[in-house]
């Protein structure tokens, strides 16, 4: 909203200074400030009127150190990160940006999944909380939204750039050509670095099919990624800290994607209208950050389903709408390793049961996290070290944009 007040302010009464709205860099900058403000102002609030309504996480005993202390800790503390990050992109981005739309609905549509997960638990005694089939519908039902639209949105678009340059009287002039409703999207190791959804249908449907396939591989990865983080949230700092490293790449993918100059110099897709996406990856990070104030260990609130399938599924749609979403394997490696580990080892257990009488495991604990706690790593040292990881899996993620 404020980008549209000093436009109008610099457009009709050329006010001194309104015009450094028109710079994303500028509105990323309030948009992380603000966003960090607003979680350590009244974070603590949130945290207080949390412990008032009897929000604390109950714990089940599995044998962890450390793990009863946490019994009454205020849990729903994602509101924090939704409000922190809601207010700055409201204020800060182009409201108009078919973008910004998608992902604040995706904010809500995951927070409001994560809620109802939570609320069953502490307010009618479900210790399951929503049922996962629910859940999965529910993301399922985000996925259609986000893979339709991509699909057929007029401003949806990517900028194709003719070579070689072609000489004019005012210089070199490279001519382009906008691709509405594109099917191609960034493949790590690929020539140019693109990938052609059309190419799955092999030759056995229309063209015009592509956006089947290119929406079930959007509910896919929203379902995977917001599962992954949710998984991921189980040590104090590690789910919040993780996403904000990830947060980060997406916003350097968003800024390259979305400028002409830095897309062409690194042969990249250059997508018309997707840095703004920059601004919402500010406030995002910002949000994470001030989040960890309090999470961090030992932690003071707990962002529960709440903020945890929010934090995956905006993830996942910000690099679906950059056409990034075949590196998210290596970007969102933690988020992966964490949804493996939990499949191997019920799979394992299910099977060693079904075969020798008893059931088996793989790691002494899954998600992969308790596994380390099972061992005696304490829960500081594991949040450190995959946070470290996830640093290495952002640069490699990063240098694959020239590995071709």
Same mark, same amino acid.
């Given at each position: 909203?404020? %980008?549209?007040?000093?436009?109008?302010?610099?457009?009709?009464?050329?006010?001194?200074?309104?015009?450094?709205?028109?710079?994303?860099?500028?509105?990323? #900058?309030?948009?992380?400030?603000?966003?960090?403000?607003?979680?350590?102002?009244?974070?603590?609030?949130?945290?207080?009127?949390?412990?008032?309504?009897?929000?604390?996480?109950? @714990?089940?005993?599995?044998?962890?150190?450390?793990?009863? /202390?946490?019994?009454?800790?205020?849990?729903?503390?994602?509101?924090?990160? &939704?409000?922190?990050?809601?207010?700055?992109?409201?204020?800060?981005?182009?409201?108009?940006?078919? %973008?910004?739309?998608? &992902?604040?609905?995706? *904010?809500?549509?995951?927070?409001?999944?994560?809620?109802?997960?939570?609320? #069953?638990?502490?307010?009618?005694?479900?210790?399951?909380?929503?049922?996962?089939?629910?859940?999965?519908?529910?993301?399922? +039902?985000?996925?259609?939204?986000? $893979? =339709?639209?991509?699909?057929?949105?007029?401003?949806?678009?990517?900028?194709?750039? /003719?070579?070689?340059?072609?000489?004019?009287?005012?210089?070199?002039?490279?001519?382009?050509?906008?691709?509405?409703?594109?099917?191609?999207?960034?493949?790590?190791?690929?020539?140019?670095?693109?990938?052609?959804?059309?190419? #799955?249908?092999? +030759?056995?449907?229309?063209?015009?099919?592509?956006?089947?396939? %290119?929406?079930?591989? !959007? @509910?896919?990865?929203?379902?995977?990624?917001?599962?992954?983080?949710?998984?991921?949230? $189980?040590?104090?700092? &590690?789910?919040? $800290?993780?996403?904000?490293?990830?947060?980060?790449?997406? $916003?350097?993918? *968003? %800024?390259?994607?979305?400028?002409?100059?830095?897309?062409?110099?690194?042969?990249?897709?250059?997508?018309?209208?997707?840095? /703004?996406?920059?601004?919402?990856? *500010?406030?995002?990070?910002? *949000?994470?950050?001030?989040?960890?104030?309090?999470?961090?260990?030992? !932690?003071?609130?707990?962002?529960?389903?709440? +903020?945890?399938?929010? &934090?995956?599924?905006?993830?996942?749609?910000? !690099?679906?709408?950059?056409?990034?979403?075949? #590196?998210?394997?290596?970007?969102?490696? @933690?988020?992966?390793?964490?949804?493996?580990?939990?499949?191997?080892?019920?799979?394992?257990?299910?099977?060693?049961?079904?075969?020798?009488?008893?059931?088996?495991?793989?790691? =002494?604990?899954?998600?992969?996290?308790?596994?380390?706690?099972?061992?005696?790593?304490?829960? !500081?040292?594991?949040?450190?070290?995959?946070?470290?990881?996830?640093?290495?899996?952002?640069?490699?993620?990063?240098?694959?944009?020239?590995?071709?």
């Amino acid at each position: 909203m404020l %980008y549209y007040l000093f436009d109008y302010l610099d457009k009709q009464f050329n006010v001194p200074g309104a015009g450094v709205f028109q710079y994303i860099s500028f509105r990323a #900058l309030g948009a992380t400030v603000l966003s960090l403000a607003i979680a350590a102002t009244y974070g603590k609030s949130i945290i207080n009127l949390l412990r008032r309504k009897q929000m604390g996480e109950s @714990i089940r005993d599995l044998g962890l150190a450390g793990q009863m /202390e946490k019994a009454g800790t205020p849990t729903m503390g994602g509101f924090i990160i &939704l409000a922190s990050l809601l207010i700055p992109v409201l204020l800060f981005a182009k409201l108009s940006n078919v %973008y910004i739309v998608l &992902l604040i609905i995706t *904010a809500i549509w995951t927070g409001m999944i994560g809620f109802v997960d939570d609320y #069953l638990k502490k307010f009618r005694n479900n210790k399951d909380g929503l049922h996962g089939r629910f859940k999965i519908v529910g993301q399922v +039902g985000l996925g259609l939204i986000v $893979g =339709l639209t991509l699909s057929f949105n007029d401003h949806v678009r990517i900028r194709m750039y /003719e070579k070689p340059l072609i000489s004019s009287n005012l210089g070199e002039v490279q001519r382009y050509k906008d691709i509405i409703h594109p099917t191609v999207t960034t493949f790590p190791f690929f020539k140019n670095n693109e990938f052609d959804y059309k190419w #799955l249908l092999f +030759g056995w449907l229309p063209d015009e099919y592509t956006w089947v396939i %290119y929406t079930l591989v !959007a @509910i896919i990865i929203i379902t995977a990624i917001s599962n992954g983080a949710n998984i991921t949230d $189980g040590i104090d700092g &590690l789910a919040a $800290g993780v996403s904000g490293i990830i947060a980060l790449t997406l $916003g350097v993918l *968003a %800024y390259l994607s979305g400028n002409t100059k830095f897309s062409q110099y690194l042969n990249i897709m250059y997508i018309p209208n997707s840095g /703004e996406l920059v601004i919402f990856c *500010a406030a995002f990070i910002g *949000a994470c950050v001030g989040f960890l104030w309090y999470n961090s260990y030992p !932690a003071q609130v707990f962002m529960g389903d709440t +903020g945890s399938l929010m &934090l995956g599924g905006v993830i996942a749609v910000v !690099a679906l709408a950059i056409r990034k979403e075949w #590196l998210i394997p290596c970007m969102c490696g @933690i988020f992966i390793a964490e949804n493996i580990s939990v499949i191997m080892q019920v799979s394992y257990f299910k099977y060693t049961k079904r075969k020798y009488g008893e059931g088996r495991r793989i790691l =002494l604990m899954a998600p992969l996290h308790h596994h380390y706690q099972k061992k005696g790593i304490h829960e !500081a040292k594991i949040v450190t070290r995959f946070w470290i990881v996830g640093i290495i899996l952002a640069i490699v993620t990063l240098v694959t944009l020239k590995l071709r």
